[in-house]
Structure formats: C-alpha cells, structure tokens
C-alpha cells in the first residue's frame, strides 16, 4: 500500500510501525497529565503548587538537554528509546499504585514529575533525531507533521477519555492505562529494522561535542532565529497543563468533564495546524507563517484572559492549538533540515532544552501570578509579554537583512 503526499512518511515501515505506538502512548500520557494535575488541585487547591509540579517536571531539560544531545549522537539511539520507555512506564505504575493505596501525598507526584522529566531529557533529542534516520531528509517535514498530528491527536483522545474516567473512575485508572502503554512501544521498538547507529568516533570529549553544537547553533543565523521563536513562545504560552485547568476549575467553574473537554478543543486544533504542515514540501517552512502564528498565538492567549464561559474558551484554545502547532512543527522541521547529519542530536536537544526547558520558569509564573494576582492576569500579562518578545525578534532580524539579502519572508537560509 502507498500512502499519499499528504502521508508519504508512513510508506517507511519503520517509521508506520513507531507513529502508531506513539499514538497509543501518547493518548495514555495525556490521560495521565489531565489526572495529574486534576491529582495536584485535589491535594492541594493551590495554583501555585500546580505550576510547581510543572517546574520540577521539565527542570531536567533546563539542566540537562544540552549534554543529552550529545550523548543521543554517540550511542544507539533504539537502545536509548526502549531505556526510556520503560523508565516511564515505572514512574506511571508507581504514581497508580500510591493512588491506589490511599497513601499518595503532593511530594510524591512532585518527586516523580522530577522522574518523569529526566527521562524525558534523555528520550527527546534521541527521538527526534532517530525519526530522521528512519524517513531520511527528503521526508522529515511530512514525518514531523505527522508526529505532531499523531501528538495532538492524542490530545483530543487523552483529555476527553481522562475526564470521563476520573469523573467515573478517579484518577488511579489513567496512571495505569498511561503505564500499558509505554510497554507498547517498547514492543514496537524491538520489532524496528533501524538501530538508530551513533557517527564515527571522532576522539572527542562529550564536552567538546557539546561546545561544537553551541558553535554551530550560535554561528547559524536561521537557527538562532528559529530557536528565538520558539524561546518566546515555549516561555509565554505554551503552559496549558497549568492554563487550562486554572482556568477551568477556577474562572468557568467547570469539573473533571469539562477540563477534559477544553484540553480536547486544544488537541483538535494542533491536529488541524499539524496536518496544514504535512502537505508542505520538503523545504523550509516559509519564516512569514513562523512569525505570524507565533503572534497570534500570543493574542489568543489574551483573548483567553476574558474569557467566561465554556463556549467563548473551547473556540480560543482550539485556534492557540491551531497556531502553536504549525510553530513548533515548522521549528522543528527547519532544525532538521539545517543541521549536519553528525550534528543533529545536539542540535534537537537544543529543540528540546528551548521546547521544555523554559517551561519551569512559565509554570511557575503562572502559578505564581495566578496565586498573587487572580488566574484571569497571568494569560493577559504573558501574552503581552510574548508579543513585546517577538517585536524584539523581527527588529533583530531586519537588522540582518542587509547582510543576507532577505526579509523575514524569505524560506532560504
């Protein structure tokens, strides 16, 4: 069978085979953050000890992502994936087994989100460099896109089943399923012809492979660029698992269902913006739709910030879902269209260190902002400030155009 343009990476067997696992783990995963944080409000009633446990989950990609890249180009990266795989499903089955004992206390889910997050940085450029190899280059954007659907497709599944189950369930159900289905794609890993080989040893130290990855990225105006976006927006709006259930339990005064549902409008909007991406060529994505999706998803989440009711919300984070996807799907794809092939961990790990490693800090500002000053402020202030952010970006870049001969439309290096 021969899939259209539209889907083209899935003609590569291997990269059929891991889409679909992850399509199954990820729906468990997103069950798991809407009970973990409906979890964390339960326990506590506390914005600020929400955003936290928000913190101390991608930390480790602010400590870490930068060696981790390295490390993705010097060792077989399957083997690194299926290492992952299963630390996760550990940290899932824990979290089940404490809620279903009665004995879970908040230290607990904040000392596993930490767990949680150190094997993320260590999966995350391994993954993103490992689908390069199994599709090659002439196929990374569609297979990005269609990672990205298959991401935010279990979005919509995950929350929408997640708020059914803990409204019928409790919380403990999503931990279980989210831990099945880790061991489904360690399963599928196995089957996979691609090892995923690291590059000749060049007699480097890690050390000085991560210094020639900073080299490269510093010395690299598109990918100073892209990483500057992504910085801004990562920062500023992309803190939904703090946003949403702020803003529903707290502003529109929704339950499990309906939190489960907003998440939802999110995830169907990304799969949308995410399926925009797939039909794109094999090129770089055009800078004019990077730079206009980043400020719109900034103004969204100011529209957020008024929002009062279920009706006027769902629609807001459909379009934040819509335009945060076609940003991060086309950052994504420039990096791996830019960077070397002896490169590309390195590069995708600092994706990932700009992707999750802010978002410590953007959790913990809204939670914090949301805790001081009323959850409605923290969407209206950092929505703002992502605008002024990416002002200061564009200013950046005309500056350069003497010197490359191009504006912020162009799609040439």
Not at 1 to 8: E, H, I, V
Not at 361 to 366: N, P
Request: aromatic share 10%; hydrophobic share 55%.
């Amino acid at each position: 069978m021969t899939f259209p343009r539209g889907l083209r990476a899935l003609n590569h067997r291997d990269f059929r085979r891991f889409f679909l696992a992850q399509l199954v783990a990820q729906s468990g995963t997103w069950m798991q953050t809407v009970a973990q944080s409906w979890l964390v409000l339960q326990l506590t009633d506390s914005p600020l000890k929400l955003g936290l446990i928000g913190t101390l989950q991608f930390a480790p990609m602010l400590l870490f992502s930068i060696a981790t890249g390295a490390l993705a180009d010097r060792v077989p990266k399957r083997r690194l994936l299926v290492g992952t795989q299963a630390a996760l499903a550990c940290q899932a089955l824990a979290l089940a087994l404490l809620v279903a004992s009665g004995h879970v206390q908040y230290w607990h889910v904040a000392v596993l989100g930490f767990f949680t997050g150190l094997a993320n940085v260590m999966d995350q450029p391994a993954r993103q460099s490992f689908v390069a190899e199994m599709v090659g280059k002439n196929d990374i954007g569609n297979a990005v896109a269609l990672g990205s659907a298959g991401f935010n497709a279990a979005r919509i599944v995950g929350p929408a089943v997640g708020g059914l189950l803990i409204a019928r369930f409790g919380v403990v159900s999503a931990f279980f399923i989210n831990s099945l289905g880790f061991l489904v794609v360690i399963a599928a890993l196995l089957t996979l012809r691609a090892r995923g080989a690291p590059r000749p040893r060049t007699g480097s130290t890690i050390l000085q492979d991560i210094g020639a990855g900073l080299r490269y990225a510093a010395e690299t105006p598109r990918v100073l660029l892209t990483l500057g976006l992504l910085l801004v927006v990562s920062l500023f709006v992309f803190n939904f698992t703090v946003y949403v259930p702020l803003v529903a339990r707290t502003v529109l005064g929704l339950g499990a269902e309906g939190f489960g549902f907003l998440m939802a409008a999110l995830g169907v909007g990304a799969v949308a913006g995410a399926l925009v991406v797939a039909g794109l060529g094999p090129r770089h994505p055009p800078l004019t739709a990077m730079f206009g999706s980043a400020a719109l998803a900034c103004a969204g989440l100011v529209a957020l910030s008024g929002a009062r009711h279920f009706w006027v919300a769902a629609p807001v984070l459909f379009v934040m879902g819509f335009l945060g996807l076609i940003l991060v799907a086309s950052c994504n794809t420039s990096l791996q269209l830019e960077a070397p092939d002896a490169l590309r961990g390195r590069v995708m790990s600092l994706y990932t260190l700009v992707w999750g490693g802010v978002f410590p800090f953007g959790a913990f500002l809204v939670g914090a902002m949301s805790e001081g000053w009323g959850v409605s402020m923290a969407p209206l202030v950092n929505g703002t400030a992502g605008l002024a952010g990416l002002a200061a970006i564009l200013a950046w870049w005309h500056r350069r155009a003497p010197a490359r001969g191009a504006g912020p439309g162009a799609t040439a290096r």
